[in-house]
């Protein structure tokens, strides 16, 4: 995703394999560089269709992933200007260890729910 600070750009990887819908990957990919540091808050997103165009998918799929970002107030949509990583995001480390842990918990249910032992999950972890 390109940034409001320089010309990085952030495009998620999708696996056709993973069985996981391709608007689940999209969020999972952006919350990770959200929470990795690689995106902060200010850094602007690509706008739907330029993502669409980019990952050859409908752009439905991609508003529908933006949608669900913004309800979990990750990113902040600003009409005619562009989507954005929340601003709410920075600088807080009781806030961001919290979404770390929430994030955390999402995957492992994620991953169980694909039928992942919870034993094997630090393993698959290590191995990716």
Same mark, same amino acid.
């Given at each position: 995703?390109?940034?409001?600070?320089?010309?990085? &750009?952030?495009?998620?990887? *999708?696996?056709?394999?993973?069985?996981?819908?391709?608007?689940?990957?999209?969020?999972?990919?952006?919350?990770?560089?959200?929470?990795?540091?690689?995106? &902060?808050?200010?850094?602007?997103?690509?706008?739907? /269709?330029? =993502?669409?165009?980019? *990952?050859?998918?409908?752009?439905?799929?991609?508003? &529908?992933?933006?949608?669900?970002?913004?309800?979990?107030? =990750?990113? &902040?949509?600003?009409?005619?200007?562009?989507?954005?990583?929340?601003?709410?995001?920075?600088?807080?480390?009781?806030?961001?260890?919290? /979404?770390?842990?929430?994030?955390?918990?999402?995957?492992?249910?994620? =991953?169980?729910? *694909?039928?992942?032992?919870?034993?094997?999950?630090?393993?698959?972890?290590?191995?990716?």
């Amino acid at each position: 995703m390109s940034s409001t600070s320089g010309d990085r &750009k952030f495009v998620p990887v *999708l696996d056709e394999a993973s069985g996981v819908a391709f608007y689940r990957q999209i969020i999972l990919e952006i919350e990770r560089a959200i929470v990795s540091g690689r995106m &902060k808050p200010g850094d602007r997103l690509p706008t739907i /269709r330029s =993502l669409a165009i980019e *990952l050859k998918m409908n752009p439905n799929t991609i508003a &529908k992933a933006y949608a669900e970002l913004e309800f979990r107030g =990750l990113v &902040k949509t600003q009409v005619g200007s562009g989507t954005f990583v929340s601003s709410a995001l920075g600088g807080d480390d009781d806030e961001r260890l919290a /979404r770390i842990d929430e994030t955390v918990a999402r995957c492992v249910r994620e =991953l169980e729910a *694909l039928g992942v032992p919870r034993s094997d999950i630090p393993d698959l972890f290590r191995s990716r």
